[in-house]
Each structure stands twice: as structure tokens, then as C-alpha cells.
């Protein structure tokens, strides 16, 4: 943890300048990530990193929400592109106030479908990458940071057709909570995020010749708004819809075994 909780270091006679205040949301190219960006845009912060690959939609971003968001173009899959956040990290010097952790993909397929590459892949993303810039970051961060990990609703069961997916948001799901648990006492709050269906680019809108319907779906907004809410309230969890809340205790209520056809059932159109 850092030790350094005033903004100015001393060194011997030198005064150094201010520590930058920043917030780091990856996935700030896509839907939830970029509402993640301009509304912490608004809180005291100095600079944001805009993590994503997709540099001309960073750089879009970072004209709409102002100077202070500053785009990092990086894969995070590619192993060595997520090292060098500890680089980034050590050149700088920064205080971490937020760290939100949001990129994610998603494919809804029979688990034969699945190439060893793109299990790979989705695993890397969904889980290494929020695991590892985690632990990067805490040394930076201080009493009354936040970490922000985006999971799912679909981590409340195990889900069929998107076993890997439903399988990697219950890993932070539960990893954040856990985490939440540890670093209580030092001050910083971590927010599993689970939202349910959300109007992205994430979702296929059509399925087999059939479009596909997504009950409960809300906007981006709505899930950011409850997300940094919730975080500043001290939540180890983010549930923002009435449909999400009923989901989450039909979840703890019922048999998995049931859940799970439940679930099969509302999608056998699309399969
Ligand atoms: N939409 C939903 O219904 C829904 C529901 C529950 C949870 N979620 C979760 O919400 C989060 C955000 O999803 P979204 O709905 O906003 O989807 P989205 O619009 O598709 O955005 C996904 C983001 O992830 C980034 N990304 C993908 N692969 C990457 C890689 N290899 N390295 C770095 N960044 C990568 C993308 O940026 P680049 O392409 O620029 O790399 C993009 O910014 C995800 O974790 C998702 O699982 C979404």
C-alpha cells in the first residue's frame, strides 16, 4: 500500500510537483467503458486512461470528455502490453484513485464451437487482465480509491451456450468481493458490477435469421450511474435494475439445475 498519502513528495531540499490524480478505465472504447470515462470526468481527478486498442474511438473520446483523458492503446490479451502498465506506472508515479476494469468479450456458442486461441483470448481479457492491473495498481492507490471490475449478471449461475463467459464474470464476481473484503481496513472499495442485458455493441442483435430480444435492457448510463453510486457508498456489489435484483434472487433461491433450464428454455428459438 502506498505510503505516500500527501500529494507533495519531499526529497532531501527538493520539493517535488503534485502526484497526478487519475482513473484508469479499459474497455473505454465500448459502450459501458466510455460512459465509465465521461462521468469520471467529473469527479477531482487530473488525468484518465483510456485503455483500449481502437485508437481513432480513444481519440474520439478523449476530444468529447477533454484534455484530461488520455488515450493508451493497448491489447490487453497480448502479455507483455499488460506488463507494461508496471512501466507506465513507475515512470509516473501516479495517485490511482479509480480503477475500473471493463473490457470484455462475449460469444454466445456451443462450447465445441470454441477454438483453443479463442479461449484463450477471453479468458486473458476477462480474467488475467483485471488480476494483474489490479495488482499493479494498489501500490498506487491510497485511503478512498476505488476498484471498479465489471462483471455480469450472468455470473449469479452457470450458463449454458455462454459457459465461458458466465464462468469468467463469476471469477470476478467473486474475486472482487473477496478483494473488497481484504483492503476494508486500508480504505479502498472494490464494486463487482453486474449488470444485465445493456444496449452495446457487445450484444448481436440478430441470431439464426431471428432478432433477438434482450428483456430488462437498459442503457449504459443507467449502469454507470449505479456502479459509481454504489462505490462511493462502499458497495461490494453494483445490481442497477429491478430485473437484475429479481434475477439475483431467483439466483440464491432456486436449484441451479432449474435456473439453468429456465434459461435454456428463453433462448431454444435461437439455437
Ligand atoms: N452489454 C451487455 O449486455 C453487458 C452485460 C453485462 C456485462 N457486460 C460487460 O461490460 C463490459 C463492457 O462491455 P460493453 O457492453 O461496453 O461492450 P463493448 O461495447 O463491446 O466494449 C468492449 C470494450 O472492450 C475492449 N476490448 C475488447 N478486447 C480488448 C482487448 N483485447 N484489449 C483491450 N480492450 C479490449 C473494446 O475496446 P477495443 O475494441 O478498442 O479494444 C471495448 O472498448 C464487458 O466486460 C462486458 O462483459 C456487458
Avoid at 142 to 156: H, P, Q
Avoid at 237 to 252: D, E, I, N, P, R
Wanted: hydrophobic share 40%; aromatic share 6%.
Amino acid at each position: 500500500m502506498n505510503n505516500h498519502t500527501q500529494s507533495n513528495i519531499k526529497t532531501g531540499d527538493k520539493t517535488e510537483a503534485p502526484r497526478k490524480r487519475i482513473a484508469i478505465v479499459t474497455g473505454a472504447s465500448g459502450g459501458i467503458g466510455r460512459v465509465f470515462v465521461r462521468e469520471l470526468a467529473k469527479e477531482t481527478i487530473d488525468e484518465i486512461w483510456a485503455v483500449g486498442r481502437n485508437s481513432q474511438r480513444l481519440s474520439a473520446l478523449q476530444n468529447e470528455a477533454g484534455v484530461k483523458v488520455v488515450p493508451v492503446c493497448k491489447d490487453l490479451t497480448d502479455h507483455a502490453a499488460l506488463l507494461s502498465f508496471s512501466d507506465l506506472l513507475k515512470e509516473q508515479a501516479p495517485r490511482v484513485l479509480w480503477l475500473v476494469n471493463n473490457a470484455g468479450i462475449a460469444r454466445m456458442a456451443p462450447s465445441r464451437e470454441f477454438s483453443a486461441p479463442e479461449i484463450t483470448q477471453a479468458t486473458d481479457l476477462n480474467c488475467k487482465a483485471p488480476a494483474v492491473l489490479i495488482s499493479l495498481c494498489i501500490p498506487y492507490m491510497e485511503k478512498g480509491s476505488y476498484i471498479l471490475n465489471v462483471s455480469s449478471a450472468a455470473a449469479f449461475q452457470p450458463v449454458p451456450y455462454l459457459n465461458l463467459y458466465a464462468a469468467a464474470k463469476a471469477f470476478a464476481r467473486s474475486y472482487s468481493r473477496a478483494l473488497h473484503a481484504e483492503l476494508r481496513p486500508c480504505g479502498i472499495t472494490v464494486t463487482a458490477v453486474c449488470p444485465g442485458w445493456v444496449d452495446t455493441d457487445l450484444l448481436s442483435r440478430e441470431r439464426n435469421g431471428r432478432i433477438v430480444r434482450f428483456p430488462g435492457l437498459v442503457i449504459p448510463e443507467r449502469v454507470v450511474a449505479k456502479a459509481l453510486k454504489d462505490a462511493k457508498r462502499g458497495r461490494d456489489m453494483s445490481v442497477c435494475s429491478l430485473y437484475v435484483k429479481c434475477q439475483h434472487l431467483t439466483a440464491k433461491l432456486l436449484p441451479q439445475r432449474l435456473t439453468m433450464r429456465l434459461w435454456l428454455h428463453g433462448i431454444r428459438s435461437y439455437l
